[in-house]
């Protein structure tokens, strides 16, 4: 049998063609890419719950770097946090088809976090869950407070002070310490409108900066004698869990950030409140808040929006919310992905069911502050550079003796260039 070259060339270069043209055929499998392990749990009740598509799951520590990388591999839905980056944002396509054909809501949303996701007037992505900052207390030392909801840094300050008890010169009470937590230091700083903000890579309002630095310095003089003074209470006696150390009197407040707080052994909220920290009219949301996208050249644009539509319902929520305490892992994680759910029906209707010292102090929802968009390798420049910073400049009485934050911005740039 003889075959003509032109018929060879083709059955050679038939399978070749062939698996091209699959390659940019849709696919009823999406792949999401998150940093929140949850999310195959998510998964696993999705592709239980209908046969029509499948959600693959891979767990990145950065999904947002991994997508900057581009080395070739890109997922379907992106689902974690510093989505928001300049770098990081423009992978998606718009959602904003979703709500066209009403299959999810605006109005379940809380809309400031929404609009954090709205880009040029396109809704980009979507808020999946967020967490807000707290102070615990002894249930009987609730009548001092003057609300029920949240506490302000000087109510904090001058309730900490009149606690305080001091024996032969050493403190055995102290109220409270803006030393005891670096992340309170920074909540500190939010809330006198340092602003930190994504630029090359960063930048805040240093006056406001001073300001947040000067008042809790001020603070720690005023209140608690020195930072010596703090840190040697905090030597003799943190070698217990901050819960005992507040039930058993020997400080008045600590700081928890929600997830901790709602993850805290049963045990443990025996005699123990709390309240949110708050300004005026403002409670700062944490800047690791979860976002949700899909990838801009998804080939499972179907199953990406089935699984979008059926995530961002009240009753799919409730559904996680139970199986979670069902199978114990709310005492590990906390609520939707770790944090509050960013629809607001579920946050306030459904999680003090599952939640209940919740009820009676739901955070007001016009409060929630979000964050402004900050890099995509916000973590580690907050924990190398923000906290150290912070943390130095409260002990330091001579404020040459340390390397302003403009410097080891600068020196934490140089050595994580094109990270």
């Not at 770097?65 to 944002?89: E, Q």
């Not at 994504?198 to 603070?219: C, F, G, M, R, V």
């Not at 390798?377 to 040459?400: A, C, D, M, Q």
Request: with cysteine; proline share 5%.
């Amino acid at each position: 049998m003889i075959i003509d070259k032109r018929c060879w060339v083709f059955l050679t270069l038939f399978p070749v063609l062939l698996l091209g043209s699959c390659s940019f055929q849709s696919s009823n499998t999406a792949v999401l890419w998150t940093d929140r392990p949850e999310f195959a749990l998510y998964a696993e009740y999705f592709n239980a719950s209908q046969g029509a598509y499948k959600i693959e799951t891979r767990y990145f520590e950065s999904p947002s770097r991994k997508l900057t990388d581009n080395d070739g591999d890109f997922p379907d839905i992106v689902a974690g946090s510093w989505l928001k980056s300049t770098s990081t944002r423009t992978f998606f396509r718009p959602m904003d088809n979703l709500f066209k054909k009403d299959r999810v809501s605006k109005d379940s949303f809380y809309r400031q976090l929404l609009d954090l996701g709205n880009i040029d007037g396109k809704q980009y992505l979507l808020p999946v869950s967020f967490n807000i900052p707290s102070l615990i207390f002894a249930q009987d030392k609730g009548e001092l407070l003057s609300s029920p909801f949240t506490l302000s840094l000087e109510e904090i300050k001058n309730l900490g002070k009149s606690f305080n008890v001091i024996n032969n010169g050493v403190y055995s009470r102290m109220g409270f310490s803006p030393s005891w937590d670096d992340d309170f230091l920074f909540v500190s700083a939010v809330l006198f409108g340092a602003s930190f903000r994504e630029a090359t890579p960063l930048e805040w309002d240093q006056e406001a900066l001073e300001k947040a630095l000067a008042y809790i310095e001020s603070w720690i003089s005023d209140a608690n004698t020195g930072i010596q003074a703090e840190d040697d209470f905090s030597f003799k006696y943190f070698y217990d869990p901050p819960a005992k150390l507040v039930i058993s009197g020997r400080i008045l407040f600590f700081y928890m950030l929600s997830s901790d707080l709602f993850t805290l052994p049963q045990e443990r909220w025996t005699n123990l409140d709390f309240r949110w920290i708050a300004g005026e009219d403002t409670i700062p949301i944490s800047e690791d808040m979860v976002y949700y996208g899909i990838y801009r050249n998804s080939r499972a644009r179907a199953a990406a929006e089935a699984f979008t539509q059926w995530f961002f319902r009240e009753d799919t929520q409730r559904l996680i919310l139970e199986a979670g305490k069902n199978n114990r892992l709310n005492e590990t994680r906390f609520g939707i992905a770790n944090g509050f759910s960013a629809l607001r029906t579920v946050t306030e209707h459904v999680f003090p069911q599952f939640y209940p010292a919740l009820l009676g102090h739901m955070p007001p929802g016009s409060y929630l502050s979000p964050p402004n968009i900050l890099p995509r390798n916000w973590s580690s420049l907050k924990e190398r550079v923000i906290f150290p910073y912070l943390h130095e400049r409260i002990r330091s009485t001579n404020r040459g003796d340390i390397r302003s934050l403009d410097r080891r911005l600068t020196d934490w740039n140089r050595l994580n260039r094109g990270l």
